[in-house]
């Protein structure tokens, strides 16, 4: 079945064991687009650097444990099902506290980043089948079983995080409930931090040092 007639439930071993924890839904597409865009103290080389397309952060929260991904798919809810679905391709593993993401353009995310700014971490030779809603929507992540690993239902309004184009949303912490709106705040960083520390973890350690 495709779509909402599509049934998934919860994993009960892989539950919460790779957690979604950065979106990128509104890339900066361009240094025209940027023109009218009402992002901060941005530049066109700026705009130049981050028109990196869509795409999603995944993290390992364990400290010890590496978990394998292979075969388990990432979909919003209105492909459920769908051949759209994203599949991770064979030998895909996620270190510990290790970040991995997957990107809707990967000739995008490479000029984009580099690989000191993430390109490193991306998924290779597998690219997103569907477009992240500006507006919000449910994204899941599944394990080969098509069980719910993770999941979380953003929303461009508030009391979501007002994300500028170009910004990403980030999860504030890796016991956070992804599903609260206030687990999520905008990127500190323009461009965002795709399979780097998140820049309010960052801001987190700085004041709690």
Do not use: C
Request: hydrophobic fraction near 35%.
């Amino acid at each position: 079945m495709e779509g909402k007639e599509a049934k998934v439930k919860p994993s009960e071993e892989d539950f919460g064991a790779i957690l979604i924890s950065e979106i990128m839904y509104n890339p900066i597409k361009s240094a025209k687009s940027s023109e009218s865009s009402s992002s901060p103290e941005v530049t066109t080389d700026d705009t130049e650097k981050k028109a990196s397309g869509e795409w999603v952060e995944f993290l390992n929260p364990s400290g010890t444990d590496e978990v394998d991904v292979s075969g388990w798919f990432f979909s919003d809810e209105k492909n459920l099902m769908a051949s759209s679905m994203f599949q991770f391709p064979s030998n895909t593993t996620i270190k510990p506290k290790e970040r991995i993401v997957v990107a809707k353009n990967l000739t995008k995310f490479e000029i984009a980043y580099g690989e000191n700014e993430g390109a490193s971490n991306v998924v290779e030779d597998a690219e997103l089948l569907f477009k992240l809603n500006n507006k919000g929507e449910k994204l899941l992540l599944l394990n080969a079983k098509k069980e719910i690993v993770h999941e979380v239902e953003y929303n461009d309004k508030a009391p979501w995080p007002i994300v500028f184009a170009g910004y990403s949303i980030e999860l504030t912490s890796q016991k956070s409930d992804a599903n609260d709106p206030f687990s999520w705040v905008s990127s500190l960083t323009f461009g965002g931090t795709p399979g780097r520390e998140n820049s309010v973890e960052l801001v987190n350690k700085l004041v709690n040092n």
